[in-house]
């Protein structure tokens, strides 16, 4: 018989601690890794601690409760994906995985999950072999299958273990699309057990394994609510493949098949409930094995560790001055990105002041940063304290009382020069010395704005994309004279806010807003010539691309896009010249859904309807439209784009290949299965790229000439990044 000792028996990632109540308390600490994840090594060291456990007669349950303050188990170790070689490979990793869990939940003695913090695929997998799980009233609690999200399907048994305990269409909602699940609705559909304060989670989940262990409490049965609906669609074959054809349905009208994992998810999911468990392990292993060597998922895969690198970038090269937190924010301008920013800023509890010319516009700004969080709090995903305590952060004025205190002061005037001008001389009478002004321009040159500054070392851009609250991306601005602390402290705050931080050197446009020119002004000249735009559309939505470009022009608004078009033509000559059809829609008067009338129809809540046939009769060719094939339009807007992305790398305006995908994916809905503008001209071959723009060129120059860096690596046979998904 083993000794019961109140010191804990270290292995390598997980340590054991036996209480005088025979629970078994395996803590979960991989060291040197932020956050608990399973690769090969782990799951052998896993299953020897259960072999161990098992023998031990002191032993009567077990309790897995992790080590890192405020994450579980952040799923499998993505690292092994990427040696993966074929998909039979893939498929015995899978079938591994599944062994594991197998061992997990056959335990004899009962085995409870105290989970605090992430606990997401493989760690949620593990969760539903267990026998109880408990986790914590925590907003840092959350549950997912994101496997999704990597192009990949569950691989461990969540495909048929997730349906048996919170019923299918709650399993289909998460596997199909990765969303998180806080711990209050965890409880409602019995994906968890209990719901405990996290300071008393180790003693509650000691004391429920005692008492599985003594039969005092019965083993987790799954789902709670069992309603007419479940009975009706459900529980019976019939109503099964209804949910499941919708299911099919649905994703395929989402992705229009560009994605092959959903739907192979689905699969799994129906062989185990039409030819049993075991069957659709099978199915499963066999379909994550498929997953694995697709295209999609590793452009997905690549698409995680560039985020995840850029986590880590200062925005600066190392060694990064140190610099201090951004605790309060000063806003100039309370108009819709005004109050988006100061919206967001209060999420991550800083203290917000936004400053107007009218009280009027401040108090608009004030309701829409109260709309925004009262969303959230329509939603659940903060309390009605919480919503209370977000919204004290934020204050209006007129004047720059308070400002003296701010650490950053983010501007976000009308879109003119002189306006900036004004408004700059203004603040920097009322700032410290040393903190950050930004402004949020989409298009003017920070140099340009920079030159009223006393202190230009402290100005740079902040280009945040609308709505600031669900956009992830931002895009930080910076001039040969803006200091590196000024940099860092923008970039720090913008990882804060939960954005991707890509920071850029400055130019007309920056990087984002001057390869969406391209690619939007290309798709103007198409309607230029003829084409219709709800076909224009949906050639490109076709491609992956969230929205099509008209939509989006509208969604943005007409005007907004007519104020770029010029500066940016200015800049780069006739390569960048707007539309004609842009230029007199706005001259119309046309603004978008924002006034309810552009080139599609809206209702009086704006909703789009279909295309607003009268806006033809604006355009250069009238209401005569032509057919043009789906293919053209792709490719004269996508290489549009894809060569101005090029320009920005070969001109220094980006630090790399990867801020050039991030910032076109996360920014402009670049398609992520197509991994951003450099992986999509790797996939696709720089020489084919090449080829197809000097066609374009000699058709319709001078939009199409070839970038000098395109030709270059053309010539030489290079390609932006390795084998292994890292920037040459």
Known sequence: MTAVSDAPRMHNALSVHVTREGVAVLTFDLPNEPVNKFNRAVKDEFLATLDRQTSDRAVKSLVLISGKPDSFIAGA??????????????EQLSREGQAMLDRLEGMTKPVVFAI???CMGGGLEAALASHYRIATDSPKTVLALPEVMLGLLPGAGGTQRLPRTVGLRNALDMILTGRNVRARKALKIGLIDELVHPAILRDIAVDRAAALANGKLARSKGRKAHGAADAVLEDNPVGRALVLRKARDQILEKTHGHYPAPLAAIEAVAAGYKHGIDKGF???????????VTEVSKQLIFLFFATTALKKDPGVDEPAPTVGPIDKLGILGAGFMGAGIASVAAMQGTLVRIKDAEHARVAKGMKAVSEVLRERLKRKQITRQQFGDQMSLVGGTLDYSGFANADMVIEAVFEDLATKHTVLREAEQHLRPDAVYASNTSSIPIADIAAAARHPERVLGMHFFSPVHKMPLLEVVVTSSTGQAATVKAVAYGKKLGKHVIVVNDGPGFYTTRILSAFMNEAGKLIDEGAAIDELDKALTSFGFPVGPVTLMDEVGIDVGGKIGPILAQA??????????FRRVVEAGRTGRKGKKGFYHYDEKGKRGGVDESVYELLPTGTQRKSLPASEMVERTVLAMVNEAARCLEEGILRSPRDGDIGAVFGLGFPPFRGGPFRYVDSEGVGSIVGKLQELHRALAPRYEPSQLLLDMARLGKRFYHAAGKPV
Request: aromatic letters at 8%.
């Open 116 to 118: 605090h913090g992430a």
């Open 77 to 90: 170790d993505i690292e092994e994906f990427l040696e993966i070689r074929s998909a039979a490979e893939a």
């Open 572 to 581: 780069f000559g006739a390569r960048m010249a707007p539309a004609d059809s």
């Open 282 to 292: 099978t199915q499963e292993a066999r379909a994550f094995g498929e997953m694995s």
